[in-house]
């Protein structure tokens, strides 16, 4: 078995990056996690990395520093299928928060209404963990999550490497529900993806129900630094900025020692119009979301 990735400490709140702009009221992060204590939060037989320092008390200060009024609770995978974590957050939370869970392939609808009532309001598919499967087996256990989450009014949330979503383009024009692809469509060039590759994702933003997420540009610069994806970005919020969110991916796994407050000055760049920033950070979050 591979090693967990250790996961770093928490950069102090001191240490934060103030915004550069005018953050709109009501900005929201629609990509965050939280974690506790293993002892009341068991995780995963086999972690990607060790627990991280992901307390929400942190985050309600960090959003204190930032301006942001409210967030998105993202399960992740350390927790696999397990939401309680996510779901005592949301307790916590209130109306300020809402939340994205993982559910096994036969939950049942009455699950999913209680689900709906602490807040969940999107139902992430971990894509990566089925890769390798045929993509006919692939595209039938989306129809058949999106069916599942249909009567609520939900949204699905892809978390998938860039060449599964490149082979998956075509049958995501045909969904009937509201979906997001997490970090820009995760579309690396040494995967193997091309420029021609983006641009037909990029055409899912208007010809189908499709929000791309501008979260993760240090997973898919890698070690480039964030310039490397800043035309990518740019691409999604001048295709329409309408069908695109921001989410920062905090606690930054496993380097939690990032600069948030850097991230989300990004937008300056990837956004100059404020109007635009506008809909990244507010509106669209609060369609998808339902927050009022």
Known sequence: MTEPLTSEPMLPLAGLTRPSFEVPKGACDAHM?????????????KPHYT??????????????VLHLDRYIIVQPSFYGTDNRCMLD?????GQRARGVAMVEDDVSPAALEALHEQGIR?????????????????????????????PLGWHLQFYVPGRVVRDLIGFLGTLTAPYVIDHMGYMMEEDGLTERDFQKLLTLMTESHCYLKLSGPYRVAKDKGYGAVAHVAKAIVETDASRAIWGSDWPHIPKSGRDTGE??????????????????????????FGFE
């Open 51 to 64: 627990l991280p320092d992901g307390k929400l008390d942190h985050f309600h200060e960090l959003m204190t």
């Open 33 to 45: 996690h939280v974690f506790g204590p293993e002892s009341l939060y068991p995780h995963v037989p």
């Open 89 to 93: 957050a949301l307790k916590v939370a």
């Open 122 to 150: 999107g139902l992430r598919l971990d894509l990566f963990k089925r890769a390798d499967l045929p993509i006919a087996e692939i595209q039938a256990y989306i129809t058949a999550m999106a069916a599942k989450i249909a």
């Open 263 to 288: 991230l989300l000055n990004l937008l300056v760049e990837w956004a100059p119009d404020a109007a635009d920033r506008q809909k990244i950070l507010v509106d669209n979050p609060n369609r998808l």
